[in-house]
């Protein structure tokens, strides 16, 4: 089954950057994506970069040209690297693996890591 742990969270002050590394196993690589989300305290969980199989990444306007995201299928590993940060990025970051389910793409979570913006 497939296992996803993200680390290299932590404090930094506005302007910082910090770069977050997700780390797969028991994935077998299909036609579905990946996708970084992040929920703060309070708030849904949301998207921030999907990946595509074909390597298209999407980002979500409040982080482009801040934030990005690549992949290493042949070490196992997404990583998303983010600059500039700002206090309204405070929020606790996950990586999800599409398993087709069906017709369907199902995502399988990690257990996230957590980023503190402050002023």
């Known amino acids: 089954q497939v296992h996803l742990v993200e680390s290299g969270g932590g404090s930094v002050q506005a302007g910082g950057s910090l770069k977050l590394t997700c780390s797969v196993s028991g994935y077998r690589y299909n036609g579905c994506g990946m996708e970084w989300f992040r929920q703060a305290p309070g708030k849904e969980r949301v998207s921030v970069a999907f990946i595509e199989n074909s390597g298209v990444i999407t980002y979500d306007d409040s982080v482009k040209g801040r934030f990005i995201a690549s992949q290493d299928k042949t070490k196992n590993t997404l990583v998303l690297d983010m600059k500039n940060l700002k206090i309204e990025d405070t929020a606790r970051y996950y990586c999800?693996?599409?398993?087709?389910?069906?017709?369907?793409?199902?995502?399988?979570w990690g257990q996230g890591t957590q980023v503190t913006v402050s002023s």
């Open positions: 999800a693996a599409g398993v087709p389910k069906g017709r369907v793409c199902e995502n399988h």
